[in-house]
Structure formats: structure tokens, C-alpha cells
């Protein structure tokens, strides 16, 4: 009687164990964007228990649930998604982007914020905004959509570039921005072509001069070029022709008529 107790407890024990427990198994998935990039970082969770993970830098991800558990999925600026698993071994998850204006990533120098935190400090203008006013520079476009930004041209000279001031002028010299094209400082907007900008992002707070020291202290201007994106090849070309004259050229004297004059 007593070698069957220990084999009748443990059966006992078995038997309370919740039959979700005993059935779950290992589940992959992969999670991308509406473009097919993956997602990375995408946080996974398990409703109804503590199982969770986060995405590879391939979108991959692995978690022990069981076949009838559903799964929550979120990242930054796309809509949490739930998903059924259905006994599936392998998910195929596509994340939506989230349009709420407030909800927004901004860029803040070398890390991104909810725009809702920084409202005021920071002003965004997106490439295709700027491709809409067919203009043959980006500064020329960014006057009418960047508050609190003084965009001017004191010359109509051929080729002669914008001033631009974002917290007025705090020094006797150069009071110009320090623009920061893809990650590097330095350069300036006259030779980028506004339909390769992807998004131009001033950081007028002057607490970006605790990241480019010096140097930001007249405001940061970040611009982000458009980059190869995976999928059908699409050709477009945008042309356009200008050329300035004056509009009265006095009529000078050549030498003959200088030496008359003189004498």
C-alpha cells in the first residue's frame, strides 16, 4: 500500500496541472511593416500569462503558448495588433502605422520623442510637402511651413543662398544653423535636390546644444535623404529650367569716348 502512494500523488498533482500548460509549444513568427520591412523590437506578449518576447533584427520571433492563445503585438508608432495563433506553428504578422498627429516619433538629435512632449521645440517638414511646391530649393520651401523660423534671401543674385535664423541671432558672426545631413555635421541645403529629401526635421530647443556642443547653438537643422526601399523599380524625372537677366543694363563708354570726356 505504501509504494502505491507516492505513484497516486504524483498522478493527483499531474492532474491539477491546467491542460493549457501541458498543450503549449513553441511558436515563430515574423513581423513587418506595410512596406515588408521587418519589424525589430516588436514587443510580443502571451494574453493570459507572462510569456513574452521581442523581435530580431529579421522580425523573428519565438514564444512558448498554446494552440488556442492569442498573441499581443505593439511597437512604436504602428497599432497594437492581437492574433490568434489557431494551432499555427509559424505567423506571418503585418504592422499598420498608427496616423495620430500627436503620437508622432520626432527626431532629437541622436534619439526620437513623441511629438505630443515636444511640441514647439521641434518642427517637422516631410519630403513630399516639399516636392509639392516645385520649388529648385529646399530652404525656399521650408519658409512657408516652418514656424518660428526666419527663412530670408537678402539678394536676388543668381546662385546666392538663404539666411536662416531659428533663436535669433545670439552672436555677432555666423548665425547660421548647423545642418546635419544623414548623420553628418556640416554642409548646407543649395546642393541637395528637395525631391531626394525624405524629412527635415529643426531643433529650435537649446538643449540640443548639449548634443552638438558649440556648434548647435544657433539650432540644429536634420536632414534625412530618401533611401532604396525593397520592391518594384519606379522611375520618375522632374526638370525645370530658369535664368535671370537684368532688367535695365546701362549703356557704357568705351575708350574713345571716356578720353573725349576726359579732356
Given at each position: 500500500?505504501?509504494?502505491?502512494?507516492?505513484?497516486?500523488?504524483?498522478?493527483?498533482?499531474?492532474?491539477?496541472?491546467?491542460?493549457?500548460?501541458?498543450?503549449?509549444?513553441?511558436?515563430?513568427?515574423?513581423?513587418?511593416d506595410?512596406?515588408?520591412?521587418?519589424?525589430?523590437?516588436?514587443?510580443?506578449?502571451?494574453?493570459?500569462?507572462?510569456a513574452?518576447?521581442?523581435?530580431?533584427?529579421?522580425?523573428?520571433?519565438?514564444?512558448?503558448?498554446?494552440?488556442d492563445?492569442q498573441?499581443?503585438?505593439?511597437?512604436?508608432?504602428?497599432?497594437?495588433?492581437t492574433?490568434?495563433?489557431k494551432?499555427?506553428?509559424?505567423?506571418?504578422?503585418v504592422?499598420?502605422s498608427?496616423?495620430t498627429?500627436?503620437?508622432?516619433?520626432?527626431?532629437?538629435?541622436?534619439?526620437?520623442?513623441?511629438?505630443?512632449?515636444?511640441?514647439?521645440?521641434?518642427?517637422?517638414?516631410?519630403?513630399?510637402?516639399?516636392?509639392?511646391?516645385?520649388?529648385?530649393?529646399?530652404?525656399?520651401?521650408?519658409?512657408?511651413?516652418?514656424?518660428?523660423?526666419?527663412?530670408?534671401?537678402?539678394?536676388?543674385?543668381?546662385?546666392?543662398g538663404?539666411?536662416?535664423?531659428?533663436?535669433?541671432?545670439?552672436?555677432?558672426?555666423?548665425s547660421?544653423?548647423?545642418y546635419?545631413?544623414?548623420?553628418?555635421?556640416g554642409?548646407?541645403?543649395?546642393g541637395?535636390?528637395?525631391?531626394d529629401?525624405?524629412?527635415?526635421?529643426?531643433?529650435?530647443?537649446?538643449?540640443?546644444?548639449?548634443?552638438?556642443?558649440?556648434?548647435?547653438?544657433n539650432?540644429?537643422?536634420?536632414?534625412?535623404?530618401?533611401?532604396?526601399k525593397?520592391?518594384?523599380?519606379e522611375?520618375?524625372?522632374?526638370?525645370?529650367?530658369?535664368?535671370?537677366?537684368?532688367?535695365?543694363?546701362?549703356?557704357?563708354?568705351?575708350?574713345?569716348q571716356?578720353?573725349?570726356?576726359?579732356?
Amino acid at each position: 500500500m505504501k509504494k502505491l502512494q507516492k505513484p497516486l500523488m504524483l498522478l493527483f498533482l499531474f492532474c491539477l496541472l491546467p491542460l493549457g500548460a501541458l498543450a503549449q509549444s513553441l511558436i515563430k513568427g515574423t513581423v513587418n511593416d506595410e512596406n515588408g520591412e521587418p519589424v525589430i523590437g516588436a514587443t510580443i506578449r502571451v494574453l493570459g500569462s507572462n510569456a513574452s518576447t521581442v523581435t530580431d533584427l529579421d522580425g523573428r520571433f519565438q514564444v512558448n503558448a498554446a494552440p488556442d492563445a492569442q498573441l499581443s503585438i505593439s511597437y512604436i508608432g504602428f497599432g497594437t495588433q492581437t492574433v490568434n495563433v489557431k494551432g499555427q506553428k509559424d505567423l506571418t504578422v503585418v504592422m499598420k502605422s498608427e496616423d495620430t498627429t500627436l503620437n508622432d516619433v520626432v527626431v532629437i538629435g541622436y534619439g526620437t520623442m513623441k511629438k505630443k512632449l515636444v511640441t514647439g521645440a521641434t518642427v517637422q517638414v516631410k519630403g513630399d510637402d516639399i516636392a509639392k511646391l516645385n520649388t529648385t530649393n529646399a530652404l525656399e520651401a521650408m519658409a512657408s511651413s516652418s514656424p518660428g523660423v526666419q527663412i530670408t534671401q537678402s539678394s536676388s543674385q543668381p546662385g546666392k543662398g538663404f539666411s536662416v535664423t531659428i533663436r535669433g541671432k545670439g552672436t555677432i558672426g555666423n548665425s547660421a544653423p548647423l545642418y546635419v545631413i544623414d548623420g553628418v555635421p556640416g554642409g548646407n541645403l543649395d546642393g541637395i535636390n528637395p525631391a531626394d529629401i525624405e524629412s527635415i526635421d529643426v531643433l529650435k530647443d537649446a538643449a540640443s546644444a548639449a548634443i552638438y556642443g558649440a556648434r548647435g547653438a544657433n539650432g540644429v537643422i536634420l536632414v534625412t535623404t530618401k533611401q532604396g526601399k525593397v520592391g518594384k523599380i519606379e522611375l520618375s524625372y522632374n526638370g525645370s529650367m530658369g535664368w535671370s537677366n537684368a532688367y535695365k543694363r546701362p549703356q557704357l563708354l568705351n575708350a574713345q569716348q571716356y578720353m573725349t570726356i576726359m579732356d
